[in-house]
């Protein structure tokens, strides 16, 4: 059970909602947003999220004992500077690796770029970002805590990983949640002072150095090895015709 008194308490969060269900947590967020909310930083948090989105046209599985969560901050939150945007996902896999890898100390906690934080090359947690016509933004994170992947589909099962399934025992998730938090405090403020300090953290995360990534963007594919992550969040990828910077687009693929 999510103890919203504590997190308001002990968190940068002004203002908290719990739900049993929802459709996707960074839809309520959006509503909110058009509803005028003032009390900003808003927390969405749900048990069970029967339309979560994932980047593109992926869905996000949310099983039973999962955390599913949106924020909705103020740019001024995030980022002062409008080319800070594209750090915006970085700074939050940043945390929320930070907040897994003391819960799975015998595992490899790291990032796939641009979204993904992955133990042991399954993937714990995604991030959504959405930024609203007013440029506030909404954080959406799904993270794999304390659900199993018994129940998860099919096409799931050598991909994914949870918390729960990778250390062999539940958490509390209030604990996981509370932590999460200070920790993206932490990764936005560094964000509006030393953004360059994401990219670096992200760039020592990144489990993706060395390999071969396919690149998909729109209709064109790009295949190179990767270099790691620049000092403004791109994607460094060595190509036939040398190292490139990406700054969108879906990895489909590596080798």
Not at 98 to 118: C, E, K, Y
Request: a neutral charge; charged letters at 20%; hydrophobic letters at 45%.
């Amino acid at each position: 059970m999510i103890d919203v008194v504590r997190i308001l308490r002990e968190t940068f969060v002004a203002r908290a909602e719990h739900h049993p269900t929802l459709g996707s947590t960074n839809d309520r967020a959006a509503q909110c947003a058009s509803q005028g909310v003032k009390e900003l930083p808003l927390l969405i948090v749900v048990d069970e999220q029967t339309a979560g989105r994932g980047r593109g046209a992926n869905r996000w599985w949310t099983g039973r004992g999962a955390l599913a969560m949106s924020l909705l901050v103020d740019v001024e939150t995030v980022a002062i500077e409008r080319n800070c945007s594209p750090l915006v996902a970085l700074a939050a896999a940043v945390a929320v690796a930070d907040a897994v890898a003391p819960l799975l100390p015998s595992r490899t906690v790291g990032l796939n770029w641009p979204n993904d934080v992955m133990a042991d090359s399954r993937k714990l947690a995604g991030i959504l970002i959405e930024v609203l016509a007013d440029r506030r933004h909404v954080i959406g994170i799904g993270l794999n805590a304390n659900n199993t992947l018994a129940d998860a589909p099919a096409e799931l099962q050598s991909t994914a990983g949870t918390i729960r399934d990778l250390s062999g025992k539940t958490h509390d998730q209030t604990d996981i949640l509370v932590d999460l938090l200070k920790r993206l405090k932490q990764a936005f403020s560094e964000l509006r002072q030393e953004p360059a300090n994401i990219a670096a953290r992200a760039d020592a995360l990144c489990l993706q150095r060395g390999r071969t990534l396919a690149l998909q963007l729109g209709d064109r594919c790009v295949t190179g090895r990767c270099r790691g992550i620049a000092h403004d969040g791109a994607l460094l990828l060595e190509t036939s015709v040398g190292v490139e910077a990406f700054y969108s687009g879906c990895v489909n693929d590596f080798i």
